[in-house]
Each structure stands twice: as C-alpha cells, then as structure tokens.
C-alpha cells in the first residue's frame, strides 16, 4: 500500500514562530488531507489539497503531487496550534486515506 | 455547518462484552468509513462501507467487527466480544462523492476503554 512520511515527529516552538511540516507519499494520490488532533483527540479538517496551494488564515498548504510531497505552514503560532498534525492521503487502488506518523507540535508562550 | 456526530464520546467496558458505537454521517453523504487510533498510535483505517455493503476492509477489521447502517442515518460499529487491545479511539467519517475521491470528514471519536 500507499507510505506516508511525516517530518519533523516533533517540533517545539516559541508563540509567534513559524513552522513548516512536510508531508512524502510513495505513490500518486486523489486525495490528500491535512488535519489537527486537539488534546482532547478530535480531527480537525485543515486542508482537503490533493494538489495546488491553499490558505486559511495563520495556515496554508501546497501540494506538489508530481514530486510526492506536500507542506502545511504554520505562521505567527500560538498555543492553540499545539497538538498532533496529520497528512492522510488516498492513492488511486482502494479508496481509504492512509494517515502518516503525524507531527507533534508544542507552541510555548 | 453539517458534521458528523458520534456516540457515545467514551465507553468502558469488560473484556469479552459487546460494544456498539454508533455515527450519523453528513446527510447528503454516500461513503462511510471507521478508523481506530490506539493511544499514542497513526489513525489506522478499519473499514469502509457504500451502498449498504462493505466496499474495503483492513485485516485489522476481522471477524469479531462488523457495520450497519440499520436506517437511513445511522451507522454503526460492532465489536462482539471485546479484547484489551481494543482499547483505542474509534473515529467515524463520510464523504460525499461516489467515486470517493472528496474530502472526508471524521467525527469527534468515540474512546472505548476496555478493562
């Protein structure tokens, strides 16, 4: 099946700091999604990007789906960024999203 | 905004009992899915259901689980006889195409502790 990589595992910002997580797949995908686990463990819907760039305020994506990648920025953090950060991909055999190893942010104030 | 509501947000349970944890998808969906996360863990994909039959399903998802969608809203997940390492958070999600490419959209998860 379709690898998900995730970099960094862990990340620890100062509030106002900016930040990049990377997100690689070992095969073309149709679907490719960005997501938020809070502490109390809810996904949140960030990005649906399976190519192209996107923004929703503090945050933005890019996917660049002919070299297997996607980014998620995180500009300006705050406290409220910090959780776990997904990237779940579909590729084009089966019709589930494969999440990667997810990204664990701390923002300090 | 249309979401995906599950129930209940926590169950314990004793080892070997029966559990069921149910989902209404968003209205106008088509496809239905499962996914677990043990503690600490990637969300692992359990299942996924159209049509009211079962379309894919992991080998985590064997005989002791089985889904229903019993009415025209609900969706549920059944674990017959529950072991300790089924103890994880369970997330509902729907999308909305047929062809499932569209985006997913999970619930807030149902924590199942079992003891």
């Known amino acids: 099946g379709i690898q998900v990589e995730q970099s960094p595992p862990d990340l620890i910002l100062q509030e106002g700091a900016n930040s990049t997580l990377r997100c690689n797949f070992s095969?073309?995908?149709?679907?490719l999604q960005w997501f938020h686990q809070n502490p109390w463990g809810q996904l949140i819907n960030l990005f649906y990007?399976?190519?192209g760039t996107k923004q929703n305020g503090r945050l933005s994506a890019t996917t660049v789906a002919t070299e297997r990648y996607s980014l998620l920025y995180i500009s300006s953090s705050q406290t409220t960024d910090s959780g776990v950060y997904f990237c779940?991909?579909?590729?084009?055999?089966?019709?589930?999203?494969?999440f990667g190893g997810g990204t664990r942010l701390m923002v300090k104030p | 905004e249309p979401e995906v509501t599950q129930t209940p947000s926590h169950q314990v349970t004793q080892m070997g009992q029966e559990v069921i944890l149910r989902c209404v998808p968003i209205?106008?969906?088509?496809?239905f899915y499962w996914y677990r996360q043990i503690l600490g863990q990637k969300v692992e994909f359990l299942v996924s259901?159209?049509?009211?039959?079962?379309?894919?399903k992991s080998e985590i998802f064997d005989d002791q689980f089985s889904v229903e969608r019993p009415d025209g809203s609900n969706f549920t997940l059944k674990i017959r006889s529950t072991k300790l390492e089924d103890s994880a958070m369970y997330f509902c999600?729907?999308?909305?195409?047929?062809?499932?490419?569209?985006?997913?959209?999970f619930g807030e998860g149902s924590r199942l502790t079992v003891l």
């Open positions: 779940a991909v579909k590729g084009y055999a089966g019709n589930m999203l494969t």
């Open positions: 259901f159209y049509n009211n039959e079962i379309s894919e």
């Open positions: 209205s106008n969906h088509l496809y």
């Open positions: 990007i399976p190519s």
């Open positions: 999600a729907s999308s909305a195409t047929v062809s499932g490419t569209g985006e997913l959209f």
């Open positions: 095969d073309s995908v149709n679907n």
